[in-house]
């Protein structure tokens, strides 16, 4: 055989190497976010969690994950969704009041979402977005949706559905397919709350969120398409145990300050009838173990919490073992001790202060290399990095960075490690 032949075959094979490695590259890749909601940073001590392992196995794994104060469900998962922290994007807990819009109690409805989220800035970008029970993603924002969204919010769904639905979506012809596609799933919150962290209750209820997690990981080997998919497994807070119950608004009415107390678990907000009366408020809070009570303005500003409009003039803020709550919760909770049952969890309190707030992060496939730390990570860094994966631009008001390893080399620098 001549060498020119010989240099003919060897141009021939090339360019269809080329051909065939600019098919592949050509292929737009895709982004599977799951949310495990309230699952502690260090859950995967827990035996019987395969899908997990093999995530941390094979891709990436954050020592942390550092939730936005207050770090409760919904503040974090706009937090997560938008890049920013509750100051900005306005969801200041899964309950609280805003002058225009009315009372804001576990709601879905994006209009109280103050910044853009992940999946309008995708499908602004013209990348479609399918998303399944994420906090904000019912309705549109300022006229942008995701194309695919499960519709109302339920409960008791269980996680096979969504995991149908995912596949689902991941079968759909390359036209139609989402690019991005996000689930919130019930994780270990639960069962957090009702027995405590660390309980054989919640390694119960975290080994059946499990066992979905391995279905999503099959489903995408069946399909073959980890060269095109990175898989996201994140939690929105952590969980501690806390027993001593404060009804903050028995204490307003005590002091006859006629007003209105919205409780979180961590957090409560006081709207005055009278806001000259703030000074009074102050005094009838003083002198209780684990509480401290502020104006708004004077918050300290590492919280980031200092929206002018939805936080009442008085922040109380609680220190484990102190909770806040109303009526209710007190006599659900003596029931609770005087049937023995253990101790319950809470959160919802300051993420710089307490490890026990921080959640995990996990991802495989597509730009993430196997055995790769990512340190500790933020919640705002999320929405960043998930764009940098799909190649489209952040949300609008992202203050969030890529984060090392998950959309972006190692070898970068990065100073967002600390605390929020």
Same mark, same amino acid.
């Given at each position: ?39 502690r ?36 998962h ?47 970008? %013209? ?27 339920? =409960? ?6 969504k ?13 139609e ?11 270990a ?33 069946a ?35 006629? =007003? ?23 005094a ?5 173990? =684990? ?7 004077e ?6 919490y ?5 936080v ?8 484990? +073992? ?15 001790k ?6 319950? %969890? ?29 340190g ?18 952040? +949300? ?25």
């Amino acid at each position: 055989m001549s060498i020119r032949l010989l240099f003919a075959i060897a141009l021939v094979a090339g360019r269809l190497f080329s051909a065939a490695v600019a098919g592949a590259e050509a292929e737009p890749p895709i982004v599977v976010w799951i949310s495990l909601d309230g699952v502690r940073h260090d859950a995967l001590a827990i035996e019987g969690l395969p899908a997990l392992q093999r995530i941390a196995r094979q891709g990436a794994a954050a020592e942390a994950l550092l939730p936005v104060f207050p770090s409760s469900t919904f503040a974090n998962h706009v937090a997560q969704a938008t890049g920013t922290h509750a100051d900005r994007h306005g969801v200041v807990g899964n309950r609280f009041l805003d002058p225009e819009l009315g009372y804001f109690d576990y709601g879905n409805d994006a209009r109280f979402l103050e910044a853009e989220p992940i999946w309008a800035a995708a499908e602004r970008q %013209g990348v479609r977005a399918a998303t399944f029970f994420w906090v904000g993603s019912e309705t549109d924002w300022r006229g942008v949706g995701a194309s695919f969204r499960r519709a109302p919010f339920q =409960g008791g769904l269980p996680e096979r559905v969504k995991v149908d639905q995912i596949l689902a979506w991941l079968d759909l012809p390359e036209a139609e397919r989402p690019r991005l596609i996000m689930s919130w799933w019930h994780g270990a919150d639960r069962a957090g709350h009702r027995s405590g962290p660390g309980t054989p209750e919640v390694a119960a209820q975290l080994r059946q969120q499990d066992e979905q997690l391995l279905r999503v990981l099959e489903g995408i080997d069946a399909r073959g398409l980890w060269g095109r998919i990175t898989l996201i497994v994140s939690s929105d807070h952590g969980m501690i145990s806390a027993d001593r119950l404060l009804d903050a608004g028995s204490l307003l009415r005590k002091a006859g300050l006629p =007003g209105r107390v919205i409780h979180g678990t961590s957090v409560a907000h006081v709207h005055l009838r009278d806001p000259s009366q703030v000074d009074e408020a102050l005094a009838a809070f003083a002198g209780i173990e =684990g509480l401290t009570a502020w104006r708004t303005e004077e918050l300290p500003e590492a919280l980031r919490y200092r929206h002018p409009t939805r936080v009442g003039q008085i922040v109380l803020l609680a220190e484990p +073992p102190l909770r806040l709550g109303g009526s209710r919760r007190r006599t659900q909770a003596l029931l609770e001790k005087v049937f023995g049952k253990a101790r319950g %969890g809470a959160h919802g309190y300051d993420p710089a202060k307490y490890e026990e707030m921080h959640a995990i992060l996990l991802s495989m496939g597509r730009g993430v290399a196997a055995g790769t730390r990512l340190g500790r990570s933020r919640a705002i860094d999320l929405a960043p990095s998930v764009a940098a994966l799909l190649g489209i631009d952040p +949300p609008a008001s992202s203050e969030g960075e890529i984060i090392p390893g998950l959309g972006a080399p190692l070898s970068e620098p990065r100073g967002a490690t600390s605390a929020p």
